[in-house]
């Protein structure tokens, strides 16, 4: 079984966690990912709109293998009435999964104010009933507080603070017995594990079967991430975590290839490759089906009308949208079956 260097895998993937990369708020990680690209030695080309191919070698009949490097995260609505944010979603971010955590609030001015993701009401010892009603609305009875002396509108937008801006989640990275437990495991550790891929063949001076483009994209999490493909593409492959719940078999220490999501089946002879090649290179895997909330960049190619198979693999992935964990093992199968089928 081919092995990425998991080692080099976790401090690529810490490194894009130390960046904040909320969907629209592109340019730092992008530039972090040209600039290791381009340590690697791959011919790289950069979208309009926001988004990186890196030319991994290889003749005929291109392969797409995308991941994407943005977060899910908040904007700000607007400013309450006590200097406190109204925020709403961007991408599919939920309050029960939010409160407590803290965030960096980055204004178009360039300017970074901490704060936290609050209950309103806040404190137990003063209003309990009320807080033990669901948080189920980012509107009504949630809030982000800034760490600043600030008690009024007027106060929060002297400091530039205003509608638009982008609020960024704390991650809180931690490695513990093999497993990785993080935000943003969705989906910045599979681009880590898709540049892992990257320096193994480098390392190893092997060249693809075919033709592939690693295709870093920027706005999956909102449903356009990957509507562009190069001219001539044949087939698409997307890396995105595999959720675990009841009735999944997905297995954090195991690769899942996706027979079916929320929107389509996966192509039927793509998925079939992908399994043979797992089975033939000793790849621990499982065939899944992901329903009724999930999808990949590699629908998106099909939505946008280009001609191409698709298919997505994975690693096994707890508490999708929250504070996700996987193993090492999910990550290392990942990275194997990725490598077993374009070589």
Known sequence: MYEIDMNDC?????????????????RQVQNCVVAQLETLGCPVHVTHKGGVLADLGGEGDPLVITAHLDDIGLMVRHVNADGTLNV?????????????ENVRIHTRDGAVYTGTVC???????????ELRQ?????????CVVLDEPVASAAETKALGVETGD???????????????KSRFVDDKACAAVLLGCIKYLKDNGLTPRRKVLAYFSMYEEIGHGTSWLPEGVRDILAIDIAPTGPEQNSDERKVSIFAKDSRYPYHWEMTSELRRAAI??????????????????????????HDVRHAAIGPGTANSHGYERTHLDGLKNTGALVLSYIL
């Open 166 to 180: 982008v609020i960024a989640l704390e991650p809180r990275f931690t490695l513990s017995n093999g497993y990785v």
């Open 10 to 26: 976790l401090e690529r993937f810490r490194t894009l966690l130390s960046i904040d990369s909320t969907t629209g708020q592109f």
């Open 134 to 142: 669901a948080a189920g609305d980012f509107r009504k009875n949630v």
């Open 280 to 305: 033939d290179n000793g790849v621990d895997y499982v065939m899944d089906i992901f329903t009724p909330h999930y999808g990949t960049d590699a629908n998106v190619s099909l939505v946008a009308g």
């Open 119 to 129: 209950r309103t009401p806040n404190s137990v010892h003063v209003t309990e009933e």
């Open 88 to 100: 709403c979603p961007v991408g599919g971010l939920y309050p029960f999964y939010s409160v407590g």
